[in-house]
């Protein structure tokens, strides 16, 4: 099992939001960045996943989600009428990928950015770490539990 950190605006898409879908799923669509959507062709089934609000004003670490479905096709990109669409993009020939993530867990309380970048045994974590701007990374298992032991 791998672990990663997958972030979100939370006026797009939050915890809550997915922590209300009937199934508790939902395809994490949209992501335009390449790294970003090479990590999300590795990820495998019940990897595990921070889930990150980002851009806002207690951005941070609110919850963890588990992958419920690999990699496959990000069909928005072929939607004329979606943000995320994209004419270069092909069916034949797709650029863009998803994963379908599941709600695990909610935080009693958001695991801010500023509280992670004081703990200097993460300085090596991508989050922290300057002009980091990729929406999803990969975490260290050592980095996980670092983090969450920020929660006792």
Request: glycine share 4%; aromatic share 12%; hydrophobic share 40%.
């Amino acid at each position: 099992m791998r672990l990663w950190l997958m972030k979100s605006e939370p006026d797009v898409f939050s915890i809550d939001d997915l922590m209300q879908r009937p199934t508790k799923t939902e395809p994490w669509e949209g992501v335009r960045n390449y790294q970003a959507r090479n990590f999300m062709r590795e990820m495998q089934l019940d990897d595990r996943v921070f889930f990150y609000h980002s851009n806002c004003k207690h951005a941070g670490i609110v919850g963890i989600m588990n992958i419920v479905k690999q990699a496959y096709i990000d069909d928005s990109a072929q939607d004329s009428n979606s943000p995320y669409y994209d004419p270069k993009s092909t069916l034949d020939n797709p650029r863009w990928w998803r994963v379908d993530v599941g709600f695990v867990e909610k935080f009693s309380r958001v695991i801010t950015l500023h509280e992670l970048k004081e703990i200097s045994a993460l300085s090596d974590f991508q989050l922290v770490q300057r002009g980091n701007r990729l929406s999803i990374l990969p975490v260290t298992s050592r980095q996980w539990d670092l983090i969450l032991s920020q929660l006792k």
